[in-house]
């Protein structure tokens, strides 16, 4: 009873216009003419490799040439529709963690990290303001190498453990 109680229920929810009957033989039987419909929104993907970039490890030759540089990630995108990929610092300076008897330098600027999408540059300094990265077309997957320049300088950059968190934002466009 309890059944058949929700049986009716459920028929009753059902709005008249979505149902569909036929008469002809039970084993022959078709319906024309079906609407179906979807909406489908702009997606998009983001995917970098790695999650985490090592930076080259300063030498005097570096500190004499004013930066190191360092390979970074490759981020692949994928969207149905156009889109923009933005990059900025989540910090206005470096956190820096002390390594020896020096004090790390606690001021480093997000500005003395910079980024190229090819290996030549030309590099941009970082700055907690996004700026477009690259931008594209609907794709399966569009692939992009950044490419970092770490500014260091004899008399600023003390021993220590320094990082910085990186923004990328992607946009459907």
């Known amino acids: ?22 008469t002809a033989n039970p084993s022959q039987c078709s319906i024309g003419a079906q609407s179906i419909r979807i909406t489908v929104g702009q997606v998009v993907s983001l995917a970098v490799l790695p999650a985490s970039t090592t930076l080259t490890t300063p030498t005097a ?4 040439a004013g930066f190191a540089p360092t390979a970074g990630p490759t981020i692949t995108v ?4 156009a889109w923009s990929l933005a990059i900025s610092a989540a910090t206005a300076v470096w956190s820096a963690t ?6 790390a330098r606690t001021d480093k600027p997000a500005s003395d990290l910079r980024w190229a999408t090819s290996l030549g540059g030309p590099f941009t300094p970082l700055s907690t303001s996004a700026v ?3 931008t594209g077309s609907a794709t399966g997957g569009a692939a992009t190498t950044i490419y970092f320049q ?3 300088a004899w008399a600023l950059d003390t021993p220590g453990s320094y990082s910085l968190q990186l923004v ?3 946009t459907a466009s």
């Open 168 to 170: 990328l934002t992607i």
């Open 1 to 22: 009873m309890r059944a058949l109680a929700a049986l009716g229920l459920l028929l009753l929810a059902t709005p008249l216009g979505a149902q569909i009957n036929c």
């Open 150 to 152: 770490t500014d260091w």
């Open 61 to 64: 030759a570096h500190f004499n």
């Open 78 to 81: 994928r969207a149905n529709s």
């Open 98 to 103: 002390d390594t020896e008897s020096v004090p």
């Open 132 to 134: 477009d990265l690259a």
